[in-house]
């Protein structure tokens, strides 16, 4: 008999080998799989799922055999068992697919709704901006009361399946007493995720609700929008806007901040209902800002991560948790805003952009959120932590 050599694939990589059981398949599938192989070798496991034969690629390993039959019966046994870490793979995947699936469905039922809150804008430096004299009720000038607030509602649909997000940012005219339930829109702001005719240039999310998004502006301005929820009740929330412009694709410079403290009133209605007197915040902006020592130390939390370059061009993204991470903070070069928020916008040496905003929340936690972008003003990632602050303090 002839002697001869086959090359085939090696053994399987340790993370193929942990590749978890045919479980996601149907009990049915199952066995007839495990049956067919055992009683008939001569079908491959890709033709018992009804797909046509293949190639596979395979790596060397020599396999001796004493005659040419048995050398056939040796490729075709090695093709079967390449074709069933095929499956497991694809199974794998499928499993990857709906674990993001879910995820965004949870995401969909924490975001969806009517939140109804106030809203304010802030220069650079963290100055409260008075509204325009033109939308203020003749009352508030007659005491020489300053308005800074406005009356916001932002009604949010989330499709659950489609990945499709879409909500209005509307500014109510201020009123007098307890109007509010009257009050007349005076900017609405639509914006849409996903989709046709999406504006958002990226978009990570966590199941939880929170999300950072891209928006490209007119000209050489973007925003960066944090949504944070809080983890302490997810029908509290607060969106931060950096108002960026970049200059020669290099330079980022931050040229204001909005920031909404928004509670969840009801299921969606589109905008038809206003939480009116009943809404359980009240305006914030001249209200005094937090203190730089409040969030100076060592802080200590886990971060979920996702990243953006050349190789991955999708747009939407959920945000992975990564690792924990030691965070130092100074307390200085952040612009400080009220309700214990602050943001920041700094260049390091290697000049990438770094964009920071952060809630310090109660007995000793934050959430925080991280946009890095490269020298070229290419956005790298997007973070979202959870943090507590370490026993040690930085002197």
């Known amino acids: 008999m002839a002697i001869f050599s086959v090359n085939v694939t090696t053994s399987p990589s340790p993370s193929i080998l942990q590749r978890r059981r045919f ?3 149907s009990s049915s599938t199952h066995l007839l799989l495990h049956g067919s192989l055992l009683q008939n070798r001569k079908f491959g496991v890709f033709e018992l799922l009804g797909f046509r034969p293949f190639s596979f690629n395979w790596r060397r390993r020599t396999l001796m055999c004493a005659a040419n039959q048995d050398a056939k019966e040796a490729v075709k046994e090695i093709g079967e068992t390449d074709g069933l870490i095929g499956v497991l793979g694809e199974v794998d995947s499928l499993q990857v697919h709906d674990k993001s699936i879910e995820a965004w469905s949870q995401f969909a039922r924490r975001i969806s709704g009517e939140w109804d809150g106030f809203g304010a804008d802030f ?4 100055s409260t901006i008075e509204l325009p004299e033109s939308v203020v009720p003749e009352a508030y000038r007659e005491w020489e009361v300053k308005v800074f607030d406005w009356q916001t509602q932002c009604p949010t649909l989330a ?11 509307i500014q109510l005219l201020p009123t007098v007493g307890c109007e509010a339930d009257a009050a007349t829109i005076y900017s609405s702001d639509e914006r849409k995720v996903g989709g046709e005719n999406s504006g958002v240039t990226a978009f990570a999310y966590q199941s939880s609700g929170s999300y950072v998004a891209v928006w490209q502006k007119k000209g050489d301005l973007i925003e960066l929008e944090y949504c944070l929820i809080n983890p302490q009740d997810f029908e509290s929330r607060v969106r931060i806007i950096q108002h960026i412009r970049v200059s020669n694709d290099t330079e980022m410079k931050l040229q204001g901040i909005r920031v909404f403290r928004e509670q969840w009133y009801g299921p969606f209605r589109n905008g038809d ?3 009116g007197c009943a809404i359980r915040d009240s305006a914030f902006a001249s209200t005094p800002p937090m203190n730089a020592s409040d969030i100076a130390g060592i802080w200590q939390g886990s971060k979920a991560v996702t990243t953006f370059g050349t190789g991955n061009t999708e747009i939407l993204r959920e945000l992975f948790d990564d690792k924990t991470q030691n965070s130092v903070r100074d307390g200085e070069n952040n612009v400080l805003l009220p309700k214990q928020l602050w943001c920041s916008l700094e260049q390091n040496k290697d000049g990438e952009t770094l964009s920071v905003v952060g ?3 109660d007995h000793g936690q934050a959430i925080t959120s991280n946009c890095i ?8 990632e997007i973070s979202i932590a959870l943090e507590t602050r370490a026993l040690e303090r930085v002197v």
């Not at 220069?123 to 963290?126: E, P």
């Not at 499709?159 to 940012?169: A, G, I, R």
């Not at 972008?373 to 790298?380: D, G, I, N, R, W």
């Open 23 to 25: 479980s996601t398949l």
């Open 359 to 361: 809630w310090l929340l």
């Open 273 to 275: 209902q206003l939480g």
């Open 373 to 380: 972008f490269s020298s070229t003003a290419e956005l790298k």
């Open 123 to 126: 220069s650079n430096q963290g």
């Open 159 to 169: 499709n659950p399946e489609d990945q499709v997000l879409e909500y209005k940012s």
